[in-house]
């Protein structure tokens, strides 16, 4: 089953492996504080704020996987 | 995709430097609002607001409105641009949104609180032809990437509670609001995207009902600090109702214990459910450790990997009580 596959199960109310993991959703702080704890390869802190995740600056959300922290992160 | 694309003020406003102090800027931004913003934020994430771009019908029909015309060039793909995005996202194996736009949220953003509410009565005329201007912007902005592009999913923000409940009466959602929502949503159905999602922060139960009438399907993010209870909502509405968050940011910052038991007590009964998409119901604050996010993402991980046992687990140690 893959991410797409996973996605339409769960919000469906199907049988599936697992549920859905929407990304992480994060303030610009939290992310900086989390680079001072040790977090590394974590992109602009803009990239995934509050800012470019709110409709009125984009238009498309893509969700991709959220296996685990810091595995791949959505940019949304 | 960013820039230009989608459901917003296009062109932008220029943003301009009225003022600046010690501690801030005064800031005219792109959406026309005048805001203040503090230099010890870096992030800038939440300005004070001195002034929103609409006070009336003159600022509608100059500023606001000019602005939102689906036939502003580059205002969504065309030719070789929606050709490549199209062959693009046929490959993908992970799903695809849409934002949608907003019809409460937009009015509030353009002029406050305060202002859309005295409006409702003060002129409803303008803001009747303002919901219906911003459904008819949706629409045609939308439906040429509808045609092309197989969208998963769709969000429609509205932003419109407190924890006292929402920012206007159902009754008053009703009146201005749902007709033009529901010609939103008919067109998405229409195109096959069947899981749209209302995002609106705060307690918002009230609205559930009018969202279902009107063919949203979903609503995130069930925020624990205005008193919204996931279980319950999915008790009372069954499949009606996809539902995104509702996992209290607070307990984040508490430590494991709090954590494994704002988990335990309704992510594994819903996941089980299904229709649940467990999230932190709003963004993580700064308060939350990296150690204590990382923790939860491990335990939200193999909770979602093995409900039944999550949930046995819940009861045992008193987190969950039987349905």
């Known amino acids: 089953m893959n991410e797409l596959q996973r996605y339409h199960a769960t919000a469906g109310f199907e049988l599936t492996d697992r549920a859905f ?31 470019t995740a709110k409709p009125n600056s984009r238009w498309r959300c893509k969700a991709p996987m959220a296996r685990t922290f810091g595995r791949r992160w959505s940019g949304r | 995709m960013q ?5 917003h003020l296009w062109p932008a406003l220029e943003r301009q430097v009225i003022s ?7 800031v005219r931004d792109e959406e026309g609002n005048t ?31 000019p602005r939102l015309d689906a ?5 969504h793909p065309v030719g070789a641009d929606l050709d490549r995005l199209v062959a693009d996202y046929a490959k993908r194996d992970d799903p695809l949104g849409l934002w949608c736009g907003s019809l409460y949220g937009w009015p509030r953003s353009f002029m406050g609180v305060e202002g859309i509410s005295v409006m409702f009565y003060d ?11 911003m459904a008819d912007f949706a629409v045609e902005i939308l439906t040429p990437l509808l045609s092309r592009i197989e969208f998963d999913f769709a969000y429609i923000w509205e932003d ?15 009146e201005f609001c749902l007709g033009p929502l529901s010609r939103i949503t008919a067109l998405l159905h229409k195109h096959g995207v069947h899981h749209i999602i209302i995002d609106s922060d705060g307690n918002n139960d009230v609205l559930i009902p009018l969202w279902l009438e009107a063919g949203v399907t979903g609503l995130r993010p069930f925020e624990v600090a205005a008193g919204c209870d996931a279980v319950a909502i999915r008790k009372q509405y069954g499949k009606n109702l996809i539902i995104q968050g509702a996992i209290d940011k607070r307990a984040l910052a508490q430590g494991k214990e709090a954590i494994e038991r704002e988990v335990l007590s309704k992510v594994p009964w819903l996941c089980l459910q299904g229709g649940y998409f467990p999230q932190v119901d709003h963004l993580v604050p700064p308060d939350v450790s990296l150690a204590n996010y990382t923790h939860y993402s491990q335990l939200l991980r193999a909770v979602v990997e093995n409900p039944e046992r999550y949930l046995h687990e819940a009861k045992r140690k008193g987190y969950f009580h039987a349905v």
Not at chain 1, 21 to 46: A, D, K, M, S
Not at chain 2, 39 to 65: A, F, L, S
Not at chain 2, 71 to 75: H, Q, S
């Open chain 2, 20 to 26: 600046e102090s010690d501690q801030s800027w005064v």
């Open chain 2, 3 to 7: 820039g230009p694309y989608g459901p």
């Open chain 2, 35 to 65: 805001v203040r913003l503090f230099k010890n934020d870096p992030g800038q994430c939440m300005p004070h607001w001195v002034e929103y771009p609409m006070k009336d019908r003159t600022d509608w029909e100059t500023i606001i409105k």
């Open chain 1, 21 to 51: 993991l929407l990304p992480p959703w994060l303030w610009g702080e939290t992310v900086q504080r989390w680079q001072r704890e040790g977090l590394p390869g974590i992109p602009t802190w803009r990239a995934i704020s509050r800012r």
């Open chain 2, 123 to 133: 002129d409803p005329d303008l803001v009747h032809e303002m919901c219906e201007h």
């Open chain 2, 71 to 75: 036939k502003i060039p580059g205002r």
């Open chain 2, 160 to 174: 419109m509670a407190g924890k006292a409940g929402p920012l206007c009466s159902p009754a008053t959602y009703r």
